[in-house]
């Protein structure tokens, strides 16, 4: 069974920056893709940037250009990099990895916002 762990969440001041860590238990390669989704309170899970297997990477639009999700193969270990931080990205944050036909979700980490 896979396990994702999140890691790298806090609470920091408008403009500042985190970078979450997912790491997962085994090799991230037999990964079709991998996400990340933020859920806020009263609001759905929402796509937040994925890569591919390939190295291919999008982002959702509220995020282009502050966010940057990478990987690390050596270390199975994706990040979400995120940088200019606003209100509005409060939320908890959620790693997500697809196989075949398999979905797997990290158990979240929360980043809060605020001055």
């Known amino acids: 069974q896979v396990q994702l762990v999140e890691s790298g969440g806090g609470l920091v001041q408008p403009g500042g920056s985190l970078r979450l860590s997912c790491a997962a238990s085994?090799?991230?390669?037999?990964?079709?893709?991998m996400a990340w989704y933020r859920q806020a309170p009263q609001k759905q899970r929402e796509l937040v940037a994925v890569?591919?297997?390939?190295?291919?990477?999008n982002y959702a639009d509220p995020v282009k250009g502050r966010f940057t999700i990478s990987r690390d193969n050596a270390k199975n270990t994706v990040y979400l990099q995120m940088n200019s931080l606003k209100p509005e990205d409060t939320a908890v944050y959620y790693c997500?990895?697809?196989?075949?036909?398999?979905?797997?979700w990290g158990q979240g980490t929360q980043v809060t916002v605020s001055s």
């Open positions: 085994g090799s991230i390669f037999s990964f079709n893709y």
């Open positions: 997500n990895a697809y196989r075949n036909t398999t979905t797997f």
């Open positions: 890569i591919l297997s390939g190295g291919t990477t």
